[in-house]
């Protein structure tokens, strides 16, 4: 069983909608907890990191997090055709390095 | 543009030969992170170095090494390559290590080996 587990997709949702992305983790030291977002051909990057349970919000972008349930998300409000990407979720533990480990990835197509 | 560099962007190679990607971190950062990419894999993490020294290792086999140089610019050598080693590989810098400091990607070295 992997570490973080990722629902592939792909995933497509009409213009407008509100899109929810989600990952499971079998770790119970994660404690910071990220979303990538990966364009084809592209590298990855950040778009919003949390650390331990809550919620955080930035813009159309919301991340929650659920320890007790290990399970975490990423809502996208109004999606647009520009948010059509892979999103990746990726978590850590804390105190010194500790490695990144990320999910494989959920493919979201956003059609106008 | 992340202002992590990744040279070249693509390379094909055959089984058997030795590559080596190079990575130039953005301007200030001290830590570079290398990650394989692969479709069913996703994103594995390789090493880290942190300022020259190697800080921490992941999946990285032992064909494969690392090096940062004193101008903070890394390389990643890959020999005896087999069929299994065609990935994209990317390097990501961030200024810290041991914090949840953002890590920016390059835009990866697409490897195929035939």
């Known amino acids: 069983q992997k570490e973080v587990e990722q629902d592939p997709g792909p995933l497509s949702v009409p213009e407008g909608a509100i899109v929810s992305l989600n990952c499971t983790y079998s770790?119970?030291?994660?404690?910071?907890f990220m979303w990538y977002r990966q364009y084809s051909r592209k590298g990855p990057e950040l778009l919003m990191y949390?650390?331990?349970?809550g919620n955080k919000e930035d813009g159309r972008f919301t991340a929650q997090v659920d320890k007790s349930s290990k399970y975490i998300s990423l809502f996208i409000r109004d999606s647009q055709p520009s948010d059509s990407a892979t999103y990746l979720c990726?978590?850590?533990?804390?105190?010194?390095?500790?490695?990144?480990?990320f999910g494989t990835g959920t493919k979201l197509q956003v059609i106008p | 543009d992340s202002g992590v560099t990744q040279t070249p962007k693509h390379l094909i190679t055959a089984t058997g030969q030795r590559v080596t990607l190079r990575c130039s971190p953005r301007?200030?950062?001290?830590?570079v992170y290398w990650y394989q990419q692969s479709l069913d894999q996703g994103l594995q993490f390789l090493i880290q170095?942190?300022?020259?020294?190697?800080?921490a290792k992941g999946n990285i086999l032992e064909r494969f090494s690392a090096q940062q140089f004193p101008d903070l610019h890394s390389e990643l050598n890959l020999s005896s390559l087999e069929l299994g080693d065609s990935a994209l590989y990317f390097c990501?810098?961030?200024?810290?290590?041991?914090?949840?400091?953002?890590?920016?990607f390059g835009q990866g070295t697409r490897l195929t080996v035939v």
């Open positions: 949390t650390y331990s349970s």
């Open positions: 170095y942190y300022n020259g020294e190697e800080r």
């Open positions: 770790n119970s030291a994660f404690q910071y």
């Open positions: 990726a978590m850590r533990q804390t105190g010194g390095y500790q490695k990144v480990t």
């Open positions: 301007s200030g950062d001290l830590s």
């Open positions: 990501a810098s961030s200024v810290l290590t041991g914090v949840a400091t953002e890590a920016f």
